[in-house]
């Protein structure tokens, strides 16, 4: 009988235990479920793409067009800092980019901020204000994509230099792609019979040149131009630049020709 006393109590002290520690478990989870993206640490935040991390937002924002500004400025917060992190690791290591590398790379910074704020203006023209908000932010969020890869390079292979690419794949190629003019949300009938990604975005780009009036459709291009014209350093992006530049032509009713890069 006393036996049966003792492994009875045993049961339950121990029983009890296993119910906390499950019930413990049950709550954390809940609590992390119940958490919101605002309470994600930033390895947290990349571990994810910059679309899922932006859903989350809005899902809790009382305004759409709110959560969406709050969701880009947090996630570049957080990929700003990583790329901050790695500069300044690959500096203390002695395998960092030069000054002459770091020069080549705010020119073609300059030159793509400055080709996106004269797509942006054309942009607007037929949007409402808030729209072009949040293609602004989202411009400035995908743009990052640069810094952080200019970097990588050099974490990866400090000696590695920018190689040049074929001559079609230069901006003026883009405009002698061109088919005609842009139908919103249909690539250009000759797109669809090639598979080739750096032909298609040239022929998509170029379908976005020829929509423009022919003053805007200069200006575009030169500022497109200068982006490679500037130095070399551009090259080894070739179709990214491609792709960026088209994410910011682009309407919202144009079917996105690419996802986001991250």
């Not at 994600?40 to 910059?50: G, R």
């Not at 002695?94 to 704020?117: H, I, N, Q, S, V």
Request: hydrophobic share 35%; proline share 6%; glycine share 6%.
């Amino acid at each position: 009988m006393r036996y049966a006393a003792t492994l009875l109590t045993l049961l339950l002290v121990f029983g009890g235990s296993t119910l906390a520690q499950t019930q413990a478990q049950k709550n954390a989870a809940q609590q992390a479920a119940k958490s919101g993206p605002e309470s994600m640490t930033c390895p947290q935040i990349l571990a994810i793409s910059s679309s899922e991390y932006i859903a989350r937002f809005t899902a809790i924002d009382d305004s759409y067009q709110d959560g969406q500004l709050r969701g880009i400025k947090r996630y570049g917060t957080c990929y700003d800092a990583r790329t901050d992190a790695l500069a300044a690791s690959l500096g203390r290591s002695g395998k960092g980019p030069l000054m002459g590398a770091r020069g080549d790379f705010r020119d073609f910074e300059a030159a793509l901020k400055d080709f996106t704020t004269k797509a942006l203006a054309i942009a607007q023209t037929n949007s409402q204000v808030p729209l072009e908000i949040r293609k602004g932010a989202y411009a400035d969020l995908y743009e990052k994509q640069f810094r952080y890869a200019f970097y990588q390079s050099y974490e990866r292979n400090p000696v590695k230099q920018p190689q040049a690419v074929a001559q079609d794949a230069t901006p003026t190629a883009a405009v002698t792609a061109t088919t005609g003019p842009l139908t919103t949300g249909q690539p250009a009938a000759s797109a669809t019979r090639i598979t080739d990604p750096m032909t298609l975005a040239k022929n998509r780009f170029g379908d976005f040149l020829a929509a423009l009036p022919e003053d805007k459709r200069r200006e575009v291009h030169i500022a497109f131009g200068q982006i490679f014209e500037k130095g070399s350093i551009a090259d080894q992006w070739t179709l990214e630049v491609y792709r960026y530049a088209i994410s910011v032509l682009e309407s919202s009713k144009d079917k996105p020709f690419s996802p986001p890069p991250f």
